[in-house]
């Protein structure tokens, strides 16, 4: 692991924002587990599931676990903080991520209609053109900012592209999107962050309004028309509907995809023969980023809140209680996985929780695992490494992602 954490100071357990989760979560997360795998935390206020078994029940429990960020315990946090910004509100309340059923169902099984895996698999030629556009230019150069030369720009045009925003608003498009994910994955909301993701929001719905409205009359072959076209017994999706979880599937796809090919790069780093085995074998490249979701995924953990009273593992949740479901930590649980700590791009089986599970379970994970397969395999052929230079790996002070603050490489060709 990537483990530059100072190792004597003594560990508060319920620091989750302290110098031990941020840095080293395998083992800070592991000692939560050894307590109990649904724990209380105090500081946070809340139960925090480490455990693999635990995780699944949970997320499987969509009655009793609510992910409605506007009732309940989060409902205060969310509106004091961000009440007078009222087209960020507006539209982050119409994300189906964060709607229970029925109204999840309504969005989701329209929304699925326009993002199939046929529709993901298209892309395969362009996303590989694209991998070779960015790659290619790296060769042989010691300087490389992985996340502007690659990992932020690969997963915003794909999105882009697939949505079928024009090609002129990418680069609008990129920095409204990394507003927007400061708003969302970072912990503590200052004005600042707020006021800047009230004027992306705005600036993401005058861009995406227009299109949408074009393409009730004039469908292309891309998302927004899926969406827009989709019915399901005389149900369709708003406007409205549509321009926010268009937003939702630029941000939820952006910051992810990048924290993936980040991640996993600073993985195979630290295990050049894993790097060696997957140049020799390019068919790995699935396993491989199955892997990468598994020992060092994107997201640490999901939010949720009991709406009645339940149990999780051995612990009585009450109604109100707040629940944070660490995937990160169910993916290195030992009793759901084999030396868990060990990072084996031929891991079978694999099943991780780095997508989430249950009806929330990733919307865009094709897309992902589509991107990433492409990036790790032409890489791998194409470089002997990638040697990760950056003196000291930092990882942003958030409770949500697993993403670094920066990442730079030099791309050995022999
Ligand atoms: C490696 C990359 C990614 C990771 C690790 C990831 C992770 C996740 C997780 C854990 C959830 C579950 C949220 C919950 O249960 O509360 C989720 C949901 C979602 N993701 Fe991803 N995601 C990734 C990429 C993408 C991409 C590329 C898209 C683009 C469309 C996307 C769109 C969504 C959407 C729309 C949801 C909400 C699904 C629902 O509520 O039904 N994600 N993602």
């Known amino acids: 692991m990537p483990i530059d954490a100072p190792t004597s100071a003594p560990v508060d357990l319920d620091d989750l924002l302290g110098v031990e989760a941020i840095n080293d979560p395998v083992r800070y997360y592991g000692r939560l587990r050894e307590v109990s ?36 315990p989060f409902a205060d946090q969310m509106r004091t903080s961000a009440s007078s910004y009222t087209q960020l509100i507006t539209f982050l309340s ?31 030629p362009r996303v590989q053109e694209l991998v070779r556009e960015l790659a290619d230019p790296m060769a042989d150069r010691k300087d ?14 794909v999105i882009a592209e697939f949505l079928g925003v ?19 994955f970072v912990s503590g909301n200052e004005e600042e962050r707020l006021r ?49 979880n268009a937003i939702l599937m630029v941000f939820a796809g952006h910051e992810t995809t990048m924290n993936l090919l980040s991640n996993g790069i600073v993985a195979f780093d630290r295990h050049p023969d894993q ?25 640490r953990a999901m939010a949720r809140w009991a709406r009645t009273p339940m ?16 995937q990160y930590a169910a993916n290195h649980d030992p009793k759901a996985f084999l030396d868990p700590d060990r990072f084996d791009i031929g891991r079978t089986p694999n099943r991780h929780a780095g997508f989430g599970y249950g009806i929330h379970m ?21 470089y002997s490494a990638l040697e990760v230079v950056t003196p000291e790996l930092r990882y942003n002070t958030t409770m949500v992602a697993r993403s670094l603050t920066g990442l730079q490489v030099a791309a050995h060709l022999r």
């Open 196 to 244: 800047k993701g009230e004027i992306a929001m705005n600036n993401l719905v005058e861009l995406l309004r227009p299109i949408v409205r074009a393409r009730r009359t004039d469908p292309r072959d891309d998302l927004l028309s899926g969406m827009v076209q989709a019915e399901e017994r005389g149900d369709f999706l708003s406007e409205d509907e549509v321009i926010a």
């Open 37 to 72: 795998p649904v724990l209380w935390n105090s500081r946070w206020n809340g139960w925090i599931v480490t455990g693999y078994d635990e995780l699944i029940a949970a997320y499987k429990n969509h009655e009793q676990l609510s992910s409605d960020r506007f009732e309940g």
């Open 275 to 299: 790097w060696e085995r997957l140049r020799a074998s390019p068919d790995l490249a699935r396993p491989a980023v199955e892997e990468v979701l598994r020992y060092d995924g994107p997201i």
């Open 362 to 382: 990733c919307l865009g994970a094709p897309l992902a695992r589509l991107e990433a397969s492409e990036a790790y395999a032409y890489l791998t052929q194409r």
């Open 144 to 157: 490389i900012d992985f996340f502007a030369e690659f990992a932020f720009t690969l997963p915003v045009i």
């Open 94 to 124: 119409n994300f189906f991520v964060w709607k229970d059923q029925p109204y999840h169902t309504h969005v989701r099984t329209l929304v699925n209609k326009a993002f199939t895996p046929r529709s993901v698999e298209r892309l395969r």
């Open 311 to 326: 149990k999780l593992g051995d612990q009585q949740i009450g109604e109100g209680d707040r629940v944070l479901l660490v």
């Open 166 to 184: 024009p090609h002129e608003a990418r680069e609008d498009v990129k920095v409204w999107s990394e507003e927007l994910g400061a708003v969302i």
